[in-house]
């Protein structure tokens, strides 16, 4: 393992501070230096060894560097970069120019950045679709951008009748106004239509269909046809990298190297950062958190406390539901996490060759979706809702070893696997998971492998994950990588709970910035950023 995962360990240095974080994902170490630049003393805790939460890079096998939950960086806030200056202490993303599509009968889709190159391989599928797929982007694109305001502020809490509320409500007013009348149906469709619904009215060919409409699925317990997952598919399409929409790639080293050049910066403003350090409460007196309580008992004061776990993690394990108000307990109950995702990480001695483009190539220098038709991703959906995982998944694969040779041994190669679904309430409960863990790796190796002739005879290792493991190890309460999931009824001001969407809790002095609240899940940096901003603003620390 890399000795720029490991944080410092043991106790703190101090006794109290202005904050201390709970938490050393990517968000919480987003809030911790933007809190430590503006001259707080700051103290981050993370429970495990290594830092970045779900977005970790760890050799889980000797010579063989895994991304082993995130896998892509997309989403994260390009001014961010910038203010922290994240280059500087490391962060590197490495761009995708290919989305592959291998189908069954031994043909394939590639979508390219090169927009002539896509034209030309939709055209084979449909020529109606490869004129219509340049103009679907460039919507998507203008609606990504009025979206970007949206992500990039506080929610505004449409109920408050406060000047400051009253002006961000007005802004997205205004915001929404300037768009094009046709957009602004399009904006409507997008928030009540499915996946599948919204791309049938405007493409006609499934091959192209099924790929895009993935992205409306990830990271909720929902189908291609489900209502409203036409909006978590324009929450994906808004990936920034250098400016560009719709951009890709894979941090060099892993995605734990976008954290660890967020720590790095924290550092150099003076956070300090303790691993091994597991959080058991949250120190109330008065109805304030007042600082926290280590597992063993040693206990740290500061002026405010910050969780960096998801809602269900904060509020029942940290806090305690006696310690809170009944109504609110009964909405913080309604919060749906519903993981549904599970990953695989094959460590090979050969790179995998694609049936339907053999050898080595930059088709295979992007993500590669398993996702042959709208009617096969509707039939691994119908098994999950059976509280069984999905015998023929949906998988978004990716070999990030041909474009960053530091993640393998020369020669051999690492495939990040993302499954959908994997249900963590299986039939018989969650506990079921461990004695079907085999079972689900074989169900994605032997589904990969009807693509990849000889994938199973160049595995060396394999790592499975399910949703019970992302809860055991990575603390991602149900196993959802969203800490919620990314539904209309749980974004912007009623995210996590409605009346408390602007990182307050009802703990005076309890804050919140991870994913579960706004803007929402993926490696983007913006809750953090917008909680320790909230804060500053409030001046409560």
Same mark, same amino acid.
């Given at each position: 393992?890399?000795?720029?995962?490991?944080?410092?360990?043991?106790?703190?240095?101090?006794?109290?501070?202005?904050?201390?974080?709970?938490?050393?994902?990517?968000?919480?170490?987003?809030?911790?230096?933007?809190?430590?630049?503006?001259?707080?003393?700051?103290?981050?805790?993370?429970?495990?060894?290594?830092?970045?939460?779900?977005?970790?890079?760890?050799?889980?096998?000797?010579?063989?560097?895994?991304?082993?939950?995130?896998?892509?960086?997309?989403?994260?806030?390009?001014?961010?970069?910038?203010?922290?200056?994240?280059?500087?202490?490391?962060?590197?993303?490495? +761009?995708?120019?290919?989305?592959?599509?291998?189908?069954?009968?031994?043909?394939?889709?590639?979508?390219?950045?090169?927009?002539?190159?896509?034209?030309?391989?939709?055209?084979?599928?449909?020529?109606?679709?490869?004129?219509?797929?340049?103009?679907?982007?460039?919507?998507?694109?203008?609606?990504? /951008?009025?979206?970007?305001?949206?992500?990039?502020?506080?929610?505004?809490? +449409?109920?408050?009748?406060?000047?400051?509320?009253?002006?961000?409500?007005?802004?997205?007013?205004?915001?929404?106004?300037?768009?094009?009348?046709?957009?602004?149906?399009?904006?409507?469709?997008?928030?009540?239509?499915?996946?599948?619904?919204?791309?049938?009215?405007?493409?006609?060919?499934?091959?192209?269909?099924?790929?895009?409409?993935?992205?409306?699925?990830?990271?909720?317990?929902?189908?291609?046809?489900?209502?409203?997952?036409?909006?978590?598919?324009?929450?994906?399409?808004?990936?920034?990298?250098?400016?560009?929409?719709?951009?890709?790639?894979?941090?060099?080293?892993?995605?734990?190297?976008?954290?660890?050049?967020?720590?790095?910066?924290?550092?150099?403003?003076?956070?300090?950062?303790?691993?091994?350090?597991?959080?058991?409460?949250?120190?109330?007196?008065?109805?304030?958190?007042?600082?926290?309580?280590?597992?063993?008992?040693?206990?740290?004061?500061?002026?405010?406390?910050?969780?960096?776990?998801?809602?269900? /993690?904060?509020?029942?394990?940290?806090?305690?539901? *006696?310690?809170?108000? +009944?109504?609110?307990?009964?909405?913080?109950?309604?919060?749906?996490?519903?993981?549904?995702?599970?990953?695989?990480?094959?460590?090979?001695?050969?790179?995998?060759?694609?049936?339907?483009? !053999?050898?080595?190539?930059?088709?295979?220098?992007?993500?590669?979706?398993?996702?042959?038709?709208?009617?096969?991703?509707? /039939?691994?959906?119908?098994?999950?809702?059976?509280?069984?995982?999905?015998?023929?998944?949906?998988?978004?694969?990716?070999?990030?070893?041909?474009? *960053?040779?530091?993640?393998?041994?020369?020669?051999?190669?690492?495939?990040?696997?993302?499954?959908?679904?994997?249900?963590?309430?299986?039939?018989?409960? +969650?506990?079921?998971?461990?004695?079907?863990?085999?079972?689900?790796?074989?169900?994605?190796?032997?589904?990969?492998?009807?693509?990849?002739?000889?994938?199973?005879?160049?595995?060396?290792? /394999?790592?499975?994950?399910? !949703?019970?493991?992302?809860?055991?190890?990575?603390?991602?309460?149900?196993?959802?990588?969203?800490?919620?999931?990314?539904?209309?009824?749980?974004?912007?001001?009623?995210?996590?709970?409605?009346?408390?969407?602007?990182?307050?809790?009802?703990?005076?002095?309890?804050?919140?910035?991870?994913?579960?609240?706004?803007?929402?899940?993926?490696?983007?940096?913006?809750?953090?950023?917008?909680?320790?901003?909230?804060?500053?603003?409030?001046?409560?620390?």
């Amino acid at each position: 393992m890399s000795d720029a995962l490991i944080s410092s360990r043991g106790k703190p240095s101090a006794s109290r501070y202005d904050a201390i974080v709970i938490g050393g994902g990517h968000n919480g170490l987003v809030c911790a230096a933007y809190l430590a630049k503006a001259g707080r003393t700051v103290l981050v805790l993370e429970r495990r060894h290594v830092l970045g939460g779900a977005a970790v890079s760890e050799e889980v096998f000797p010579g063989f560097t895994f991304s082993v939950c995130s896998y892509v960086v997309s989403l994260f806030r390009p001014h961010i970069i910038r203010e922290l200056e994240l280059v500087r202490h490391g962060f590197h993303v490495i +761009p995708l120019d290919c989305s592959l599509s291998p189908l069954p009968d031994g043909r394939s889709l590639a979508r390219w950045g090169d927009k002539a190159r896509t034209r030309r391989e939709l055209a084979a599928f449909s020529p109606r679709d490869a004129e219509r797929y340049p103009e679907f982007g460039l919507a998507m694109t203008k609606l990504a /951008r009025f979206s970007k305001n949206v992500i990039d502020a506080p929610a505004p809490e +449409p109920t408050s009748l406060s000047p400051r509320e009253l002006l961000r409500v007005l802004r997205l007013g205004r915001g929404f106004q300037q768009l094009e009348p046709e957009l602004r149906y399009l904006n409507a469709k997008l928030l009540t239509m499915s996946a599948a619904d919204f791309l049938d009215e405007w493409f006609e060919s499934d091959v192209l269909k099924a790929p895009m409409a993935v992205s409306g699925i990830i990271g909720t317990f929902l189908g291609v046809r489900s209502p409203g997952t036409a909006y978590v598919l324009l929450h994906h399409y808004m990936g920034e990298i250098d400016g560009a929409f719709r951009a890709w790639g894979f941090s060099k080293g892993g995605t734990g190297s976008v954290s660890n050049a967020i720590a790095a910066a924290a550092r150099s403003y003076g956070v300090e950062i303790v691993a091994e350090a597991p959080v058991e409460r949250v120190r109330m007196q008065g109805g304030r958190a007042t600082g926290v309580v280590l597992e063993g008992g040693d206990e740290l004061s500061a002026r405010v406390v910050v969780s960096a776990v998801d809602p269900h /993690r904060t509020f029942f394990g940290l806090v305690g539901e *006696d310690r809170l108000d +009944p109504a609110f307990v009964a909405q913080a109950r309604r919060y749906k996490l519903r993981g549904s995702s599970g990953k695989v990480n094959l460590a090979v001695d050969r790179l995998p060759e694609f049936a339907c483009r !053999p050898g080595a190539g930059p088709h295979l220098e992007g993500d590669i979706a398993i996702a042959p038709s709208l009617e096969y991703l509707e /039939r691994a959906y119908d098994q999950a809702k059976a509280g069984e995982f999905s015998r023929r998944p949906y998988l978004n694969v990716v070999i990030p070893s041909l474009v *960053d040779p530091t993640v393998a041994p020369p020669g051999k190669h690492v495939i990040s696997c993302f499954v959908q679904y994997a249900p963590y309430q299986l039939a018989g409960g +969650p506990q079921g998971w461990p004695e079907q863990r085999e079972a689900f790796g074989d169900a994605v190796v032997d589904t990969l492998a009807e693509h990849v002739p000889g994938l199973k005879e160049s595995i060396l290792h /394999r790592q499975v994950l399910t !949703p019970w493991d992302l809860e055991q190890q990575f603390g991602l309460t149900e196993g959802n990588i969203f800490h919620g999931e990314l539904s209309l009824e749980q974004l912007l001001f009623m995210r996590p709970v409605a009346g408390w969407a602007d990182y307050r809790t009802p703990v005076r002095d309890l804050w919140m910035c991870a994913s579960g609240t706004h803007p929402g899940g993926g490696i983007m940096g913006a809750p953090g950023e917008l909680a320790a901003k909230a804060m500053l603003g409030a001046r409560s620390v």
